[in-house]
């Protein structure tokens, strides 16, 4: 009897303890985020908190550049009306004016370098031939953390769609030598589609093509 | 007596079952992971399997294109003795030749398109003004999935630098219209630098510039 008792504590004890051992929720991993973005082009119009943006734009500026240059520049609308006037017409504007931030991705054409080998030349402003490539890298990043985040965001077409970029441009006051590459509306996604497979083997040339 | 066996059993097994709950390992985030990539420029010269290149060419395949045209191609040389012939030259050739495979991020630079609300006219070739900016997603994104995997790259320059890209085009039969935009070497790292904290908080401009 009293081993029937000691064994009844043994298998209950072992079940409550068990009971407390709650599978830990991990944070989806970077290839789930990366296969599982798609783009998100209906919000539900609430607002992105300042937080949750500088999350992004910190993204943004963790990809790598030519040169360590980091040539973007961000210009980020959040005032609803000014959404409006800025992205609201055309024919898609409602992915801008129910999104709740607006990031324009933007990169500065030029650099300062020294002459190659002449560490004392003073530097001079030249051509940075690869700024496009570098805000591009940004702006997938600002699209996976909106993804990690759960929010929704698009990536839509600037440079070097000049009918686009200009009155962008000149309605945001962004200089001369800085260009807008993308116009990425951000918000709480209000639809939910399947992420396309574009997986294509045929896209692979292995050793040579 | 009974009752002190009975608690030092109760004991032992709440001590041998909580052992068996060990905290579930969670893989990095995704945001992590973002955070946490650098450039690796010194491979062990380990080759990297044909599993894990699919993986990070998955990731590739998986970033935003304009129109859906994903224009990128790819050419993966693992075969060291033609990654040496290709890639072996130059001052900085040891990321290339420690490397256990070299990726060679390709755009397409034309598509094919029907001309506008013209649903039945056959299809004609015209250049793809974003292909670049494709491309550079999904070489980010092939960045990102080589640091989830634990392995190194390194976004090195291609395209518009012809003169790096005219010979690498040549030796790998990379056809006209076909355009390299950046070398990736991947390996196992043989170095652990600490990520650039690239956070400017004057590259934001809110609101207007």
Redesign the interface.
């Known amino acids: 009897m ?1 081993q029937i ?2 064994f009844v ?2 298998v209950a ?2 079940l409550i ?2 009971c ?2 709650k ?2 929720e ?10 599982s ?1 798609t ?1 998100i082009r209906n919000f539900t119009g609430d607002p992105v908190s300042k937080e949750q943006l500088e ?1 992004l ?3 943004g ?4 550049t ?1 040169m ?1 240059v ?1 040539p ?8 609803k009306d ?1 959404i409006a006037e800025v992205f609201g017409a055309g024919p898609r504007s409602g992915m801008f004016t129910t999104a709740g931030a607006v990031i324009v991705v933007c990169g500065q054409t030029t650099m300062m370098m020294r002459p190659f080998g002449q560490p004392d030349a003073p530097e001079t402003e030249v051509p940075n ?2 700024w ?2 570098d805000c ?2 940004a ?3 600002i ?3 909106a ?2 985040e759960g929010l929704g965001a ?2 839509t ?1 600037g ?3 000049e009918e686009r970029i200009a009155p962008i441009a000149a309605a ?4 001369a030598g ?1 260009v807008p ?2 116009i990425i509306p951000v918000g709480i996604p209000a639809e939910n589609p399947t ?2 497979d ?3 083997p045929e ?7």
Chains 1, 2 share one sequence.
Request: overall charge positive; glycine content about 2%.
């Open positions: 009293k008792s000691l504590v043994l004890t072992l303890s068990g407390n051992c599978p830990q991990c944070p989806a991993s970077a290839l789930d985020v990366i296969m973005r783009s999350v734009l910190k993204a500026m963790a990809a790598p030519a360590n980091q973007w520049r961000f210009v980020v609308v959040t005032d000014k031939k690869f496009f490539e591009s890298a702006a997938e990043n699209l996976l953390a993804t990690a698009v990536w077409a440079y070097p769609a945001l006051g962004i200089p800085v590459l993308c992420p396309k574009k997986w294509k896209n692979i040339h292995w050793e040579q093509w």
